[in-house]
Each structure stands twice: as C-alpha cells, then as structure tokens.
C-alpha cells in the first residue's frame, strides 16, 4: 500500500502544472534517446515538447536536471506498484519471479527510457548524488528483501549471497536491455522472462547422476 | 596457439614506434577514466603521456579513434591467450569457469580500463562500427562455442539457450565491473569468480526433497 512507502517524493506532481511538466519530461526522455544527451539541445526539447524553451527552463533548471527527472519519476510509480502487488504474491521464489516480469516490462514497454537509463544514465557519476538515484536504490532493497526471505524460508539455498544473487539478476537485464536498445535486438524481451527465472533457478549443470543405492537384506536362516 | 587465430589485427604494431603509440594510448585510458570523453582534452592526454598534441595526431587521428583504440588493443591481448589456454582445458564447465576467472581478472587488474569501457564505451553507438568491436565480438563466440560443446557433451542441460547463459555471464560480470568503478566496490571483484560460478551452475533454489524409495523385498517362504 501506498501509505506503507514511507516516501516524501514529490516530482512532477509538486510542480504548478505537472501535466505540462509530464509532457516536457517525455519529449526529453525521447530526444535523449534519439541524440544522446550531449548532442541533443533544449531547443530540441521545447520544439518536441511544443513549449518555449523559457517554459522548459521554469520547469528544470538544466538539462542534466531534465535528465535526472526521467527515472526519478518512471522508478517512483514503478516501485510503488510493486510494492502494492508484492503484498498478493506468497512464497519469495513467486515474487522474486514477479520482480523479474516487471522489471523487464519497464523497460520492453519504453524503449526511450531503456535507452536512456542504459545508454546514458548508468555511466554518470552525477546521477548518483540525486534524490531520484535513492528512489532506485529503495527499489534495489525489494529485490535483496525478497531474496533473505527465501533463504529464511528455506525456499532458497542457505548459503546464497544475496548480493550477488541480485547482480546475476540484474545483471543479466541490464545486459539484454542494452543490447536491445543498441541493437534492437533481442527483439523480444518480455520473451526471456521465463526462461532467466528457469535457468537461474535450476543452474545450467545437469544434475548428477543417482547414487546407485545398495540395499543388503539379510535373511534370517 | 596465435597461428590458429587467422587474426588480421595490427593494432599499435603497424605504427612507426609501437611503444610511443601505448604510451599514448595507457594516458588516454587514464584520463578518459578519471574525466569521462566529453570533458578530456587531447592537451589532457599529451601532457599525461609527455608528449605535444602534434605527436597525438601522427598516431591517432581525433579524440574518438584513441578512445576506440583502448579496446582494441586490450581485448585482442587478451582473446589471443584465451586462446593459448583453452586449448588446455578440458571440459567445457571447467572452460567456463576459465573464461570467468580472466574476464573478472581482466578488469580487476586494470582499473582504468574497466572504468573507460563500463562507463563510456558502452553506451557508444559509434564504436559498434569499427574494427575494435569485431574483435569484441570474436571474443564473445568463445563463450557460446564452450556453452554448445557442454551442451553436446552432456556436461549442460540439452535444452539450454547459450545466448542467455552468455548474456546471465556477461551482465553478471559487467554489473559488478561497473558498480566498482562507480562506487569502488565490491573490492573483491576476483574474490566472486567462484561465488558467481557455483551460483550459475548449481540454480538457487534449493533441491527437490529425495523421493522415498520402497524397496519391495519378497522373502523366499
């Protein structure tokens, strides 16, 4: 539920026309992912956005700022729905599943803002001093909680580390996404959801062999 | 073995002083690394590497080429001995494990780099295009030719999907590489190489409980 977040983020919302806000945040999002953050302009913004670039400039201060406001809001409603559902979903391995489906939804469904999370974002070192960067690592614990909970419950190995269990998962989203969004392929990304969940679960060795068993039955004479 | 390649690359070698040429190109990694591409300058570089501006030219063309460069030298050292040690190895998870170990060593040991390449080369459009990448590339089927002979050998599960192993592989290590550039940790990158091993390949979860065996045992009367 939205009151167990804890969350003071404001965003857009807190802005005296957030619709106005809303539409100069996806022009940005879509011109960053067009040109690349160095190359593309304000005046390319405000043109997509069809605003005065002193408009753009009375929402954001700076570029970077519209830059830094793209995943802040996009992470924002993606970790509060994920709260919300996580609250239906029994057993850590369902929801770790879950985590997975949406995580890899997010950004299948915006290929702008995979593009710019992936492409531009996740080299620059200044996005990690912002208050939208915090919103990311809030959403970081979900996973890592869901994972000590299956291994309290026994529904996963004992000795995992969570830590690294979560850069597997990450990790391997990350490096399809990025692909997709340099490559365009794999094309279909919502396709892998199951197969990642399958293959990280069961691991890629073919289990060992039974041990033969020996049962010596001594007859009474 | 180097002849078993049918490599064509050239590199620093073809230049008229080879040595000049990584001198140049050791000060670019360090100052793309600590400035990021847009903010360092070629008089950056040819103060780092003792060496005028002018000098740069006659080796590297723009501040782009250096930077794709820094790749292409590395990686073909590194697919060549790749090579040389494979040829030794038997099994394809031990092969697995091999390529994992030097892929984390490969970044552990070269700061630097792995800074220039998490953080700048990946989200390079431009350098898809050029002679470097290919051998990225080249270096890439080495993983899937491991993965396709586990899974014709029975060491791997038979309907496993060797793009996605690589891409769990890969994105793994590529999202522990670049946590530590950004925030100089894990420490450790080389102390998770059997950790991200053993995880892969034994799945997480935990096994099934062993189904009870009946053993029927019909006493001669």
């Known amino acids: 539920m939205p009151s167990k977040t804890n969350n003071s983020f404001k965003g857009i919302k807190a802005q005296k026309n957030p619709a106005k806000g809303a539409v100069i945040l996806k022009a940005a999002e879509n011109i960053f992912a067009q040109?690349?953050?160095?190359?593309?302009?304000?005046?390319?913004?405000?043109?997509?956005?069809?605003?005065?670039?002193a408009t753009i400039y009375e929402y954001f201060s700076s570029k970077e700022e519209l830059l830094f406001s793209i995943p802040a809001e996009t992470i924002h409603q993606y970790q509060e729905k994920n709260?919300?559902?996580?609250?239906?979903?029994q057993g850590a391995a369902n929801k770790l599943r879950f985590l997975i489906y949406r995580?890899?939804?997010?950004y299948a469904s915006n290929p702008d803002y995979a593009n710019v999370v992936m492409l531009i974002l996740k080299g620059n070192?200044?996005?990690?001093?912002?208050?939208?960067?915090?919103?990311v690592q809030r959403s970081a614990r979900?996973?890592?909680?869901v994972l000590e909970?299956?291994?309290?419950?026994?529904?996963?190995?004992p000795n995992l580390n969570p830590y690294?269990?979560?850069a597997i998962i990450w990790g391997t989203i990350e490096h399809l996404v990025?692909?997709?969004?340099l490559f365009g392929k794999p094309h279909d990304l919502l396709g892998f959801a199951d197969d990642i969940v399958n293959t990280i679960f069961s691991g890629i060795l073919m289990p060992q062999k039974e041990p033969t068993i020996n049962v010596n039955v001594r007859m009474k004479s």
Chains 1, 2 share one sequence.
Not at 142 to 145: A, F, G, K
Not at 150 to 157: A, S, V
Not at 178 to 181: A, P, Y
Request: aromatic content about 8%; charged content about 30%; proline content about 0%.
């Open 142 to 145: 979900n996973t890592t909680q």
């Open 83 to 89: 709260l919300e559902i996580l609250e239906y979903i």
């Open 178 to 181: 990025t692909r997709k969004s």
């Open 149 to 157: 909970e299956g291994i309290q419950n026994g529904e996963f190995k």
């Open 103 to 106: 995580h890899l939804k997010l």
């Open 125 to 135: 070192r200044n996005f990690l001093k912002t208050e939208a960067y915090k919103i």
């Open 164 to 166: 690294l269990v979560r």
């Open 35 to 53: 040109k690349g953050f160095h190359e593309a302009t304000i005046s390319d913004i405000a043109k997509n956005a069809e605003v005065s670039e």
